[in-house]
């Protein structure tokens, strides 16, 4: 079945969607025009290219998807410049206001993020928000009963040395883990899927640079993620679906503090030929 169709009374044969499909599968049929063959459809890979560079907007998908709405204002909206600033002054929170984001909020950003690269498109990554701060804190309480075990038993483990300190916090009334965010994102995705975990990442690491343009921060949560790997009853708690893992988890919310300046880094380490 074709994948996607051409509509030939618009089509200039410019020949860019030929050029342009990551695997080929648009062809010249009769008299060079773009072509899919039947037999090749099920190998597109949705990525939608095809349909996003014909400048006649020739090309319909035949596969289900969800198009944004995009006003004419927010085109090229971003300079450089502001680019340059936006992203550098995005810092880890971990400090935030006693406020909820609300659903829509949050639906918008992943609405947004689900236009980050997948390898083949596979766009796997599937989301838990733990919407609510009591589960927040009790994805808390579970770590830190992980760590616990960690600490007692004989056994070699990475965090071992960290997590003396970090249960004392958790027992002075902080939270070490969720850092008091309200809300927590988790990626997950099947296990079986050996590019899941660098989408996810990709994913997040998208949602993390969305969240300030919607005034909300965010921090890798690290140790929940390691945590939600290893503690059964942690596994348990966030119920997902079978074969899925934990990929990677980020806690989010209204940032406290106002970032005033951007600190410095490493300079690019780049070397050319
Ligand atoms: C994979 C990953 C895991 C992280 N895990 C944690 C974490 O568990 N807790 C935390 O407070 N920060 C965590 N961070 C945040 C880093 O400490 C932070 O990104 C780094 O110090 C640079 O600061 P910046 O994000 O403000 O530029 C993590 C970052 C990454 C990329
Ligand atoms: S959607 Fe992507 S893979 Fe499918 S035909 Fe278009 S460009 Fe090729
Ligand atoms: S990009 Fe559009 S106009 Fe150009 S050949 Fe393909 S379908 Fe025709």
Not at 36 to 44: I, L, R, S
């Amino acid at each position: 079945m074709k994948s996607i169709s051409i509509d030939p009374q618009t089509c200039t044969n410019c020949g860019t969607c030929m050029e342009i499909c990551p695997l080929s599968l648009i062809i010249p049929g009769s008299e060079g025009m773009p072509f899919m063959p039947d037999e090749v459809g099920a190998y597109c890979t949705k990525c939608g290219n095809c349909e996003a560079f014909c400048p006649e907007g020739a090309i319909t998908p035949q596969f289900k998807t969800t198009h944004p709405i995009i006003s004419e204002d927010d085109v090229h909206a971003i300079t450089p410049g502001q680019m340059g600033v936006y992203m550098r002054q995005r810092r880890s929170i971990r400090n935030y206001k006693d406020r909820m984001a609300d659903r829509e909020t949050i639906e918008e950003i992943l609405d947004i993020v689900r236009y980050s690269p997948s390898a083949m498109n596979n766009q796997p990554v599937h989301w838990l928000i733990i919407h609510d701060p009591d589960e927040v804190r009790k994805l808390t309480r579970l770590s830190i009963e992980w760590m616990r075990k960690i600490h007692d038993s004989e056994q070699m483990h990475p965090l071992k040395p960290v997590v003396p300190s970090l249960i004392e916090a958790y027992e002075a009334g902080k939270d070490p883990i969720c850092r008091g965010a309200p809300h927590v994102a988790i990626a997950h995705a099947a296990e079986a899927n050996p590019m899941a975990f660098t989408d996810s990442i990709i994913a997040l690491s998208w949602f993390e640079l969305v969240a300030p343009a919607f005034d909300l921060g965010t921090c890798w949560a690290g140790f929940l993620k390691m945590a939600a790997s290893e503690h059964e009853p942690l596994i348990k708690e966030l119920d997902l679906p079978e074969g899925h893992v934990v990929q990677y988890a980020m806690m989010f919310g209204y940032p406290k503090y106002k970032v005033q300046n951007i600190p410095g880094r490493e300079p690019a380490r780049i070397s050319w030929k």
